[in-house]
């Protein structure tokens, strides 16, 4: 959750390339873009919460600056460098969302790897067949908080926890397992 870099606005309108795999431009690449002017946040994040009010904002929203009408304001850019070690080669390796709302897509070294476009659930993708071992990896997070799912303050962002997870090549998948009793004579 820590160390994560944040841009407001989307100043990179091509870097979703769908021609080439892997050759993803702006944020999504991880050899050939630096982050180093923007902010470092911390997961939870809502950006939301930090944008002015405005008497012509929906007002079910909260009247943020936020939604339609509002375009420069309702899409973020969140990017983080990790490292795995040699000694992970051979595990399964995951990214898990707790919750971002809204419309998320995940590119990991230059990879789109997940498009989720809810914002109430988590979501869970395998990475590893694109992360590096004993090397930089780069996960960004394009999130487009333009449409408005509910009738309430939903914010914009990753405003849960997100999770880096190892396991071994087979493994229970999460909520594999359910368990249930049954008694005789009933």
């Not at 394009?142 to 849960?160: L, S």
């Amino acid at each position: 959750d820590a160390g994560w870099k944040f841009h407001l606005g989307d100043d990179w309108p091509g870097a979703l390339r769908l021609d080439k795999a892997g050759a993803n431009a702006g944020p999504a690449s991880e050899k050939t873009f630096s982050d180093a002017a923007w902010r470092t946040v911390n997961l939870p994040h809502d950006w939301a919460v930090e944008l002015p009010f405005d008497k012509n904002a929906d007002k079910n929203h909260g009247y943020k600056a936020l939604g339609p009408g509002f375009e420069t304001n309702s899409i973020g850019w969140y990017r983080r460098a990790f490292e795995l070690s040699k000694a992970d080669e051979g595990k399964r390796i995951y990214i898990t969302f707790d919750g971002v709302y809204r419309d998320a897509t995940v590119f990991v070294n230059g990879w789109i790897v997940r498009r989720h476009e809810g914002s109430y659930y988590p979501f869970r993708e395998d990475i590893t067949d694109v992360v590096k071992y004993g090397e930089r990896n780069v996960v960004a997070v394009r999130v487009d908080a333009t449409k408005f799912e509910g009738w309430f303050y939903e914010g914009a962002g990753i405003y849960r926890h997100a999770w880096l997870e190892k396991t071994a090549p087979v493994a229970i998948a999460p909520d594999g397992i359910f368990v249930y009793s049954q008694f005789k004579n009933n």
